[in-house]
């Protein structure tokens, strides 16, 4: 039947609804697309928080100039520094003289075999000495000897630990100064441009010259202060350990006069007195 003018066919409402349906997104591609777009927008905004924090570090750096570069190269070999010795004090044993005291208790108690396993088990500088000590006493050598030998080998290790404690004193020592140094390149540097300037003086021009000028002496103490107190901290182990080989070894050469240890001396005669004479009867 033919078409009356200006009203569609059924061939052209077929036509055009598949022209809708074809040209329409099906649900499952609309959550596709909308997923992609999430996705998208997620590294879209996760990339530029990345590359803002490396710029900020680069602007950083390439605010304070030189003496910044300088000042984080110092921070670096301070770091490898303190964990070489940290590594090393562990290694040693550095702090621990339980295993050492134990060998002297036992040697004044005549003693000796087991005195020897305790100081090898201490695996540490103080049970070394004392074992020395005691080698020496029993295969008679001279006290003045022994002593000397002593001294010699607790030098050579107090000197192995203190390595690498003048690289740290340098760093601790230039490091708030070269942060100064730059400090005051930037201020020379701020008031340049203001001259520069002319009339038209512009307040942002000296304030921005001032904080990158500030910025190296807060570099500067950032690197100082932690070595500062690493250095101070290691030294103090170290002059611990000279401390207690030295007091066990004198320990070793000598009687204890304290009264607990005179009182204890007395009553061990008393119980071997009895007992020596009735092994002699």
């Known amino acids: 039947m033919p078409a009356v003018d200006g009203e569609a066919s059924p061939a052209d409402e077929t036509a055009g609804t598949r022209e809708t349906s074809d040209g329409d997104m099906a649900p499952a591609d609309r959550v596709a697309g909308d997923a992609a777009l999430s996705e998208d927008g997620v590294s879209e905004t996760s990339t530029p928080a990345a590359e803002i924090g490396i710029d900020a570090a680069l602007d950083l750096l390439q605010a304070g100039g030189p003496v910044v570069m300088i000042l984080i190269a110092m921070s670096v070999l301070a770091t490898a520094v303190i964990l070489l010795k940290l590594w090393q004090f562990s290694r040693t044993n550095v702090g621990r003289s339980r295993n050492g005291r134990k060998a002297l208790h036992l040697y004044k108690e005549g003693k000796t075999q087991?005195?020897?396993?305790?100081?090898?088990?201490?695996?540490?500088?103080?049970?070394?000495?004392?074992?020395?000590?005691?080698?020496?006493?029993?295969?008679?050598?001279?006290?003045?000897?022994?002593?000397?030998?002593?001294?010699?080998?607790?030098?050579?290790?107090?000197?192995?630990?203190?390595?690498?404690?003048?690289?740290?004193?340098?760093?601790?020592?230039?490091?708030?100064?070269?942060?100064?140094?730059?400090?005051?390149?930037?201020?020379?540097?701020?008031?340049?441009?203001?001259?520069?300037?002319?009339?038209?003086?512009?307040?942002?021009?000296?304030?921005?010259?001032?904080?990158?000028?500030?910025?190296?002496?807060?570099?500067?103490?950032?690197?100082?202060?932690?070595?500062?107190?690493?250095?101070?901290?290691?030294?103090?182990?170290?002059?611990?350990?000279?401390?207690?080989?030295?007091?066990?070894?004198?320990?070793?050469?000598?009687?204890?006069?304290?009264?607990?240890a005179l009182k204890e001396k007395d009553a061990h005669d008393e119980r071997s007195g009895p007992a020596a004479t009735a092994a002699a009867e």
Not at 141 to 155: M, N
Request: proline letters at 3%.
């Open 114 to 260: 087991e005195a020897l396993a305790a100081a090898k088990r201490a695996r540490s500088p103080v049970g070394e000495v004392l074992a020395r000590a005691i080698r020496g006493l029993e295969h008679g050598v001279p006290e003045s000897k022994i002593r000397e030998e002593l001294l010699r080998y607790g030098g050579e290790v107090l000197e192995n630990l203190r390595g690498g404690f003048r690289i740290l004193e340098v760093i601790a020592s230039l490091a708030p100064l070269l942060g100064l140094f730059g400090t005051v390149l930037g201020m020379i540097e701020a008031f340049r441009q203001l001259e520069a300037a002319g009339n038209q003086v512009n307040p942002a021009i000296l304030s921005g010259g001032i904080w990158q000028a500030l910025l190296t002496t807060a570099v500067g103490l950032a690197v100082a202060i932690p070595v500062v107190a690493v250095l101070n901290w290691l030294e103090r182990r170290v002059d611990g350990l000279a401390h207690e080989m030295d007091n066990l070894v004198t320990q070793l050469f000598t009687e204890d006069l304290s009264e607990d």
